[in-house]
């Protein structure tokens, strides 16, 4: 059943999410271990930096053809010197030094040693992805939870992918489980988090990527969320719905964590989790008082680790940030009602459509030292997948366009590697599709006007980075956590 077709009134909606787990009867069960998946033994991206991109060589499970697809040419196109299969990032001249801001080396060894597993709560665009990045990692993924998605039909939807191939590893849906490259996976289908039977299956680390479950107050929670976690077509429902803090208590993240979960990531931005961007302040997360934390938004994800480098090394006075973002399944096919933002109501495939975005304004939340000094804009575009940031700043040192240059490409060659990539090659969006890295910095794409302007310009795949980012969100959580 998908969510347009779930149409429901006021008290419907109430009590439908009030209604039992299916099979939360025997959820006493834990379900048993599967062996990891051959897929675990490699990491996507995990190529040594270098001063191109690094090309998607297929090893990392990303749904491409070895020979005669895009991932082919795309990988002619970059110097010869890259290798084609993951090197091994725990020895090699690429590592140059650890800091409190981990390496790619140090996420290597995390991710080799995470044994706590995960779970997905949605099986949607993101929840599908952040599955595939755990396959390619070999992070152990225990349960899936979606209510309103056919156990027959997650196979179908996490097989085949019309962004990034269809996925070449196995998946089926065997004794009740999802079973994706030998690995037993849960199934739930609970409308309420408190429902879900975590502790069954062992009390896992939550990717909460419903897009419902923001706020960790109750009168926080977003009603236009809650419409389209529920399908309800109108926005009356989700308001009326919203009016009572009791009936709003069941909305809450925290019911992941007295359900059984031990911790939680939560796949958007939120106005009151600790937010944290890999790469930029990941070591501020404190285990004893941090159970529920946001990843921040993919833009966001992009536009911090630059904005560290530059602020840094030149000092950033103010700045103004534009995300030529593309459409997302929140946007209309063709043109509709959209009382909250009425230009989000038209046509996604046939529009550029000016939009809203809080992207900028929550650097300020992982770099405290920029808050207040940058603010953004976005504009989405009909293309299905990769964005690009324009981070237009005044700097506070006068500094050379070819400085600034430099001192990305050596950031993306030390501790941010794997997080910030360079790139001086002539690349469009599409050469970026199921690119790994949180931020490309285009080196051709960016100006200066003097020593002291500049336009900085950066690409992220906005579904494909934002989740491998989760997940190295989870597994340093669990590095500290222990």
């Given at each position: ?12 909606v109430v009590q439908l999410l009030r209604q039992p787990c299916p099979g939360e009867e025997n959820a006493e069960t ?329 992207a900028a304004k929550a650097v300020g939340k992982v770099i405290p030292a920029l808050k207040g000094k940058l603010t ?23 500094t050379p366009y070819s400085a600034i240059k430099d001192a990305i490409k050596a950031e993306a060659k030390g501790r ?67």
């Amino acid at each position: 059943m998908s969510k347009r077709d779930i149409v429901l009134t006021n008290v419907t909606v109430v009590q439908l999410l009030r209604q039992p787990c299916p099979g939360e009867e025997n959820a006493e069960t834990p379900p048993g271990r599967a062996s990891e998946g051959s897929r675990g033994a490699g990491i996507a991206g995990s190529e040594p930096p270098s001063e191109s991109v690094p090309a998607r060589d297929g090893t990392g499970g990303k749904g491409r053809a070895a020979a005669g697809g895009r991932g082919s040419s795309i990988r002619s196109r970059f110097p010869p010197s890259l290798p084609l299969t993951p090197a091994p990032l725990l020895e090699g001249p690429h590592v140059t030094h650890f800091s409190p801001i981990l390496s790619s080396a140090c996420w290597l060894r995390i991710l080799r040693t995470t044994p706590h597993p995960l779970s997905l709560n949605r099986f949607g665009r993101i929840g599908r992805l952040v599955l595939r990045a755990c396959m390619e990692k070999g992070v152990k993924v225990v349960a899936v939870n979606d209510p309103f998605i056919d156990p027959e039909y997650m196979v179908y939807l996490f097989k085949y992918d019309s962004t990034h191939g269809q996925y070449k590893g196995t998946v089926e849906y065997k004794n009740g489980r999802l079973v994706v490259d030998k690995q037993e996976i849960s199934i739930f289908q609970c409308k309420q988090p408190r429902d879900i039977p975590w502790k069954s299956v062992g009390s896992p680390f939550v990717v909460e990527s419903t897009g419902v479950f923001l706020s960790l107050e109750e009168t926080s929670v977003s009603g236009r969320g809650v419409q389209g976690w529920l399908g309800v077509g109108w926005w009356w429902h989700s308001k009326h719905l919203m009016n009572s803090r009791h009936q709003c208590s069941f909305l809450l993240p925290q019911n992941h964590i007295k359900a059984g979960a031990l911790r939680v990531v939560i796949c958007a931005p939120s106005p009151d989790a600790p937010t944290f961007v890999m790469g930029v302040n990941e070591k501020d997360y404190n285990p004893d008082s941090m159970k529920i934390v946001s990843n921040a938004s993919c833009t966001t994800n992009c536009l911090a680790p630059l904005a560290k480098v530059i602020h840094e090394r030149f000092g950033i006075v103010e700045g103004l940030m534009t995300t030529v973002h593309s459409y997302t399944a929140t946007q209309k096919t063709v043109d509709g009602p959209s009382n909250k933002a009425w230009r989000d109501g038209r046509g996604a495939h046939q529009n550029i459509i000016p939009a809203s975005t809080g992207a900028a304004k929550a650097v300020g939340k992982v770099i405290p030292a920029l808050k207040g000094k940058l603010t953004g804009t976005a504009f989405r575009v009909p293309t299905p997948d990769v964005s690009v940031v324009d981070l237009t700043c005044r700097l506070a040192q006068p500094t050379p366009y070819s400085a600034i240059k430099d001192a990305i490409k050596a950031e993306a060659k030390g501790r941010m590697a794997g997080i910030l990539a360079y790139t001086e090659d002539e690349v469009v969006s599409t050469d970026f599709i199921s690119n790994t890295h949180s931020s490309i910095f285009d080196a051709k794409a960016g100006i200066a006007l003097n020593d002291n302007f500049v336009k900085l310009i950066s690409w992220y795949d906005n579904e494909y980075g934002y989740s491998h980012r989760v997940v190295d969100l989870l597994s340093y959580m669990f590095s500290r956590d222990n």
